[in-house]
């Protein structure tokens, strides 16, 4: 793994350019990212649990759980940009039980087995972090994310990507690809007999998977 992978080099250009801000996350807009968080707090169960936000940006779904009234235990958000996971400690210190580390979920192989064995968690969350990936790379995270969590009573592993399905399927989506969500779907029923696949929002767009152990 190079030090510096090209899976992050949108975010880093993108703060480079405009700072950490929102933009610099390379979301569609502020609604579409609360709502792929709605349908992720849909899916879990939340309240009393330690969340790992892999990808966290600037802390965006800790703000929402907060402002949905979840009541979770403890949130840690993990992000490979460091500016944004500075920017996103400021924004999150009037939050109780939250904190955010540097860290590359991706080239970390080891990272999500210590997150379970020295941090209790119980519930292992991507949103949006996944897109700068090729398939194969999200399934090699997914996997190693799936093996540690697994190992958790109640555990979970809930994630989003763009879909294949949608309707504008060939319109361009910038460094984000799609994904094939039948053989995301596949590949979590393969390894999880509690299965859900939101795909009945922003029009098909977007798929949200949560697997529950």
């Not at 996350?25 to 349908?39: G, H, I, K, T, Y």
């Not at 979840?70 to 210190?93: F, H, N, P, T, W």
């Not at 860290?103 to 209790?120: G, I």
Request: charged share 30%.
């Amino acid at each position: 793994m190079s030090e510096h992978p090209d899976y992050l080099d949108p975010y880093r250009e993108a703060v480079r350019d405009g700072g950490p801000r929102f933009e610099s996350l390379l979301w569609r807009s502020p609604e579409a990212q609360r709502l792929r968080f709605d349908v992720m707090i849909a899916c879990c169960k939340l309240r009393g649990r330690v969340i790992v936000d892999l990808g966290s940006g600037l802390g965006d779904f800790a703000l929402r759980m907060h402002e949905r009234g979840v009541e979770y235990g403890r949130y840690i958000g993990i992000e490979g940009v460091d500016q944004l996971a500075g920017e996103s400690r400021k924004r999150l210190k009037s939050l109780p039980e939250c904190e955010v580390r540097s860290d590359d979920f991706v080239a970390d192989a080891t990272l999500f087995r210590r997150l379970v064995k020295d941090d209790r968690a119980e519930v292992l969350a991507f949103s949006g972090s996944l897109n700068t990936l090729t398939q194969e790379e999200a399934e090699r995270v997914l996997g190693r994310a799936w093996d540690a969590i697994a190992n958790v009573k109640g555990g979970q592993l809930v994630f989003n990507f763009l879909s294949d399905r949608s309707r504008k399927h060939h319109e361009p989506t910038g460094p984000a690809h799609r994904f094939d969500a039948l053989r995301l779907t596949g590949w979590a029923l393969d390894r999880a007999t509690r299965v859900k696949l939101r795909h009945d929002y922003w029009h098909g767009h977007d798929a949200t998977v949560w697997m529950g152990v």
